[in-house]
Nanobody, 126 residues
Framework: QVQLVEFGGGLVQAGGSLRLSCAAS????????MGWFRQAPGKEREFVAAITWSGAGTDYADSVKGRFTISRDNAKNTVYLQMNSLKPEDTAVYYC???????????????????WGQGTQVTVSS
């Protein structure tokens, strides 16, 4: 299994930006597709973005498309989530997740991911 640790959460005003990082250790990072999910208080954990092992394929939830960008650096064992034009409804705990296998497609379901980080809080004030 791979171990995941998220960084970069915090408090930001609406319209601002944050960059989340997720550092992986353990198994070969480039063998994993990666994803970001989030969970707001009282709500289910939901898909935000995902990226294939090579970085060639990405997918986004409609709610963040055009504002968020997922990327990865396999040499640094890190996946990123650049979040721009943040809205109060983006407030949540953000989780990094790993899906083992060099698949050419990306998946959105939580059940497709094998490993999870502890999460980092993102709060957007209005």
């Amino acid at each position: 299994q791979v171990q995941l640790v998220e960084f970069g959460g915090g408090l930001v005003q609406a319209g601002g930006s944050l960059r989340l990082s997720c550092a992986a250790s353990g198994r070969t990072f480039s063998s994993y597709g990666m994803g970001w999910f989030r969970q707001a208080p009282g709500k289910e954990r939901e898909f935000v973005a995902a990226i294939t092992w090579s970085g060639a394929g990405t997918d986004y939830a409609d709610s963040v498309k055009g504002r968020f960008t997922i990327s990865r650096d396999n040499a640094k064992n890190t996946v990123y989530l650049q979040m721009n034009s943040l809205k109060p409804e983006d407030t949540a705990v953000y989780y990094c997740a790993a899906r083992y296998g060099r698949y050419s497609n990306v998946r959105r379901s939580r059940s497709d991911f094998d490993s999870w980080g502890q999460g980092t809080q993102v709060t957007v004030s209005s």
